[in-house]
């Protein structure tokens, strides 16, 4: 087992710590310990993989490859609640977000150390003012930039170096600006957030700790609100942990079934094959197999965690410089 710190890495602060889990994966033990000053859980070895490791990790690259052409309803009501300005986005990905910000009427920038999300944001939405760098390269070469807004969703977890990383947000955000963030419950019933663990995910976090550690370096918290596990997300759980075993080939033979109907499903444009989203009839008799099978499962367990503060799985918070 590793050593227990001697101080915490998220307050700085000479502390004693609680062991509350570990976990092993790829040769490496990690161990998760909390804070009894500070509240909120790091894992040790308490170090970021680096860009390398995320650029081949299949939940990223899947994404790079496909990137999501939504965004999320919060992110959508916090541009909604906010006159246009400049916006800066760290950990950008593939950009879907910067492209509705830019939509709404946002200057829009942004950075991420995968190459591969930043090239699918230049060549799928066609934005032009995002690179591949760290935030620490981007405010020293960039030391006059100043913007209204920064953001940073399902950041914060992954990174080792908190103080240093809200200090350059701060730097970045104009007198009165805001910051924006999103980032796992350290709550959560770990069955709805298997992936928040290390080396992807460093520290754990509740809606208390959080906002102490703002508010203890200077920011007004005007929002932080812990979203619910929806039905649909328990859904989507179940089907993902059990599907294989009660999908009796349903959808494939509709959807070969349609592939004879409609030959022209892949086309070649541009040189490049395009691929085209099921069908209706296909996107369907999927969705209804879920809610068939899955759906009472579902309900049962949504009323189960309705009382309980483990139905949480993530955190939306919105922070305002003191001017």
Same mark, same amino acid.
């Given at each position: 087992?590793?050593?227990?710190?001697?101080?915490?890495? &998220?307050?700085?602060?000479? %502390?004693?710590?609680?062991?509350?889990?570990?976990?092993? =994966?790829?040769?490496?033990?990690?161990?998760?310990?909390?804070?009894?000053?500070?509240?909120?859980?790091?894992?040790?070895?308490? /170090?970021?993989?680096?860009?390398?490791?995320?650029?081949?990790?299949?939940?990223?690259?899947?994404?790079?490859?496909?990137?999501?052409?939504?965004?999320?309803?919060?992110?959508?009501?916090?541009?909604?609640?906010?006159?246009?300005?400049?916006?800066?986005?760290?950990?950008?990905?593939?950009?879907?977000? +910067?492209?509705?910000a830019k939509k709404m009427g946002w200057d829009v920038g942004g950075i991420d150390f995968?190459?591969?999300?930043?090239?699918?944001?230049?060549?799928?939405?066609? +934005?032009?003012?995002?690179?591949?760098?760290? #935030?620490?390269?981007?405010?020293?070469?960039?030391?006059?930039? /100043?913007?209204?807004?920064?953001?940073?969703?399902?950041?914060?977890?992954? &990174?080792?170096?908190?103080?240093?990383?809200?200090?350059?947000?701060?730097?970045?955000?104009?007198?009165?600006?805001?910051?924006?963030?999103?980032?796992?419950?350290?709550g959560a019933w770990r069955w709805l957030v298997p992936h928040d663990l290390p080396p992807?995910? +460093?520290?754990?976090? =509740?809606?208390?700790?959080?906002?102490?550690?703002?508010?203890?370096?200077?920011?007004?918290?005007?929002?932080?609100?812990?979203?619910? %596990?929806?039905?649909?997300?328990?859904?989507?759980?179940?089907?993902?942990?059990?599907?294989?075993?009660?999908?009796?080939?349903?959808?494939?033979?509709?959807?070969?079934?349609?592939?004879?109907?409609?030959?022209?499903?892949?086309?070649?444009?541009?040189?490049?094959?395009?691929?085209?989203?099921?069908?209706?009839?296909?996107?369907? %008799?999927?969705? #209804?197999?879920?809610? &068939?099978?899955?759906? +009472?499962? %579902?309900?049962?367990?949504?009323?189960?965690?309705?009382?309980?503060?483990?139905?949480?799985?993530?955190?939306?918070?919105?922070?305002? =410089?003191?001017?």
């Open positions: 087992m590793i050593n227990q710190p001697s101080s915490c890495p &998220i307050c700085g602060r000479t %502390a004693n710590f609680k062991l509350i889990q570990s976990h092993q =994966t790829g040769g490496v033990s990690y161990f998760l310990y909390q804070c009894f000053l500070c509240q909120v859980g790091h894992w040790q070895p308490f /170090k970021n993989p680096g860009s390398d490791w995320y650029e081949q990790d299949e939940r990223y690259s899947g994404i790079n490859s496909q990137p999501f052409l939504d965004v999320k309803p919060g992110q959508k009501l916090l541009l909604n609640q906010l006159k246009p300005g400049k916006l800066f986005d760290i950990g950008c990905g593939s950009g879907n977000f +910067l492209a509705y995968d190459r591969n999300a930043i090239a699918a944001a230049q060549n799928v939405f066609g +934005l032009s003012d995002v690179e591949v760098s760290d #935030l620490e390269g981007y405010c020293r070469r960039h030391s006059n930039n /100043k913007f209204d807004l920064v953001t940073f969703f399902d950041v914060f977890e992954h &990174i080792d170096n908190h103080q240093e990383f809200i200090d350059y947000v701060r730097g970045l955000v104009t007198s009165g600006g805001r910051l924006a963030m999103t980032l796992p419950y350290g992807r995910h +460093l520290t754990r976090w =509740t809606d208390v700790a959080l906002k102490k550690y703002l508010e203890d370096r200077g920011w007004v918290v005007e929002q932080i609100v812990k979203e619910p %596990a929806t039905l649909e997300y328990l859904l989507m759980k179940i089907r993902f942990r059990y599907g294989r075993r009660f999908s009796f080939g349903l959808v494939k033979k509709i959807s070969n079934q349609d592939k004879k109907n409609n030959p022209v499903k892949n086309q070649v444009v541009a040189g490049k094959k395009n691929k085209i989203s099921l069908s209706p009839l296909v996107a369907r %008799a999927a969705r #209804l197999k879920d809610w &068939i099978l899955f759906g +009472l499962p %579902a309900l049962a367990l949504w009323v189960v965690l309705l009382l309980s503060e483990k139905r949480y799985v993530g955190m939306f918070l919105v922070a305002k =410089t003191i001017v």
